[in-house]
């Protein structure tokens, strides 16, 4: 073994990487960009107070599944939010709350279109699966870095991280989704004479709709499972809390802020399958 | 009669090594063979035919017959390999994306097997689509489609959604759909075969009566015999992805063309137990020996016939007596009735076999009287009663 040389790997990466960071205009529009949205939505959730936004929540869990009448939801919601606010994480759980719905945004906006190319185009989509599945498996700290690298420290290479990690479901199920329609849908559409935008946003997307949302449930709670890894880049939040527990050997600090991201995560998901549920057509 | 619809050596070839294909194809070698060296399959080979305008074209075969694949070339929801697909003189493999889209929207529309509703979409939503698609603005395609919903007879259904509704319902829908954009060719892909016996027997019933109003040109596929006999004004038989037959329900009947399709005719092929006397109908007679020109004219209106049969007190078969004649004698105060009986009108025996006469059914005139030992007229054969109760209908007999 010693007598072949080692594959400069690392260097290659390396320069690939400072080649890239010299595009720096171009890095820092989408720090803005993406900074932006972040700003937004912690301006919205700062400008709440604390009860009302506990109401809007409830409220709009009550109404989502005011057909199901799954109230012990709500008793869960309203004890896990009380929660929160008492070990003083409402502001952290924010924060984590921003990360994750921008991401899961531009995980949206990103993949589901790469989704539909997918189901449209054989050649992108056997290009795409390898690397779905590089996105998936590389472990996440390793985006950290050229994150850095690229955006600076703070929420935005945390976002960065998160929507590599986590954009995978929504382009696969987004992908799968659309070619679940069954054959003779898309036929009749076409024999109708639509157009390929026709099919797609009269018949495909439609008929994709619940598999797509499983998706974007799927990219959330995946962006969610980021939210310590990105705080070690300065991303701010209930991540930040438990990476902090960690160096001090905090194990009672850690789990307080642990259950609080438990909180959030059984929260997000009820309501996005909630979301999904009403949007299915009645049978 | 004009040819709406021309196919001008049409073929379909899949997989991969298509030009290889195409050549051994010319050289006449067989799809198993194809298939072998080349690796393609043939769908369809070198397909010609032609369908008249306002005709029900039906397209028979089983399984693998490449009937499927013949109905989708006809759209290009299947591109084909080469050949010609005319409407109205219009090439439809030539025409660009663009063009092509015109051509569906406008002059054709499709029925499915499984219905192919959109079950996102209500039942007005669904048969409107085809309207949608084309940019007709809401009220009035709206309106068109609760026309065509009337049409296929569903009242009340518009909001409901596909999966509330039977099969048979559905099936309305998926014709509704069709009728509602107006186009003048009707593609039904084995449109009844989803459905129960009974609810099958209805939708063609249904179809025919449609047709008599609509005069559409409609190319139905099918793998059911009785179905293509009681539908189709034409049928073609497909075999390996070649045009074995084509021809009249009678045709087919009566001249198979070769062992593939006597076969197909076997399995319903009720012409072989069937005998004279399972499809006789009563007949309207009058009796010679006491009856005169005016009795024989009043039955002929009371049962709206142009002939009747003679016989005399024995009930002994003598002839048919026609209106033209009798209505002459009655003019000339002539009560002579026997002076105008046809006396050379053909007989067979109860006990004759169906498929011993089919022929001379299908080219005499006039119907076939049924006579025992004795020559007692038993009851009359007409055309239409031989193929329904071949087709596995019933003979419907006026009293």
Known sequence: MNNIPQLPVSSWIDKFVDWLVSFEGFFNGVTNFIGGIINGFQWVFDILPIWLFMLIILGATYWLNRKTKHWTLLIFEAIGLLYIWNQGFW???????????????????????????????????????????????????????????????????????????????????????????????????????????????????????????????????????????????????????????????DAGGGFAAGLAIVILAIILDRITQAINRNKVPKS | MTAKLQVQHLTKIFGRRIPKAEELLKQGKSKAEILKTAGATVGVNDANFEVNDGEIFVIMGLSGSGKSTMIRMINRLIEPTSGKVLIDGENLTDLSKKELLDVRRNKMSMVFQNFALFPNRTIIENTAYGLEIKGVDKDERLKKAHDALELVGLHGYDDQYPTQLSGGMQQRVGLARALATDSEILLMDEAFSALD?????????????????????????????????????????????????????????????????EKFIEDVDRTKVLTASNVMIRPTFVNIDKDGPRIAMRRMRENEISSVYVVNSKREFVGVADADHVMGLIKQKNPDLMSVVQKDVPTTGPDTPITEIMEKISQTPIPFAVVDDQKHLLGIIIRGAVLGAISGNEVTEDE
């Open chain 1, 91 to 249: 502001r952290d759980m924010t924060q984590t709350l921003t990360l994750v719905l921008t991401s899961s945004l531009i995980a949206l906006v990103i993949g589901v279109p790469l989704g539909i190319w997918m189901a449209k185009s054989k050649v992108f989509a056997v290009i795409n699966k390898p690397i779905l599945d590089f996105m998936q498996t590389m472990p996440a700290f390793v985006y950290l870095i050229p994150a850095v690298a690229f955006f600076g420290i703070g929420m935005v290479p945390g976002v960065i991280a998160s929507v590599i990690f986590a954009m995978p479901p929504t382009v696969r199920m987004t992908n799968l989704g659309i070619r679940q329609v069954p054959n003779d849908l898309t036929e009749a559409a076409d024999s109708y004479g639509s157009t390929g935008w026709q099919k797609l946003f009269k018949v495909q997307l439609p008929l994709a709709k619940s598999t797509l949302m499983a998706g974007v449930n799927q990219s959330m709670m995946l962006s969610l499972s980021m939210v310590v890894i990105a705080s070690m880049i300065g991303a701010m939040g209930l991540g930040n809390k438990v990476y902090f527990a960690v160096g001090r050997n």
């Open chain 2, 197 to 261: 016996p009974l609810n099958r027997k209805d939708m063609q019933d249904e179809l025919l009566d449609l047709q008599e109003n609509l005069h559409k040109t409609i190319v139905f596929i099918s793998h059911d015999l009785n179905e293509a006999l009681r539908i189709g004004d034409r049928i073609m038989i497909m075999k390996d992805g070649v045009i074995v037959q084509t021809g009249t329900p009678e045709e087919i009947l009566t001249q198979p063309a070769d062992e593939y399709v």
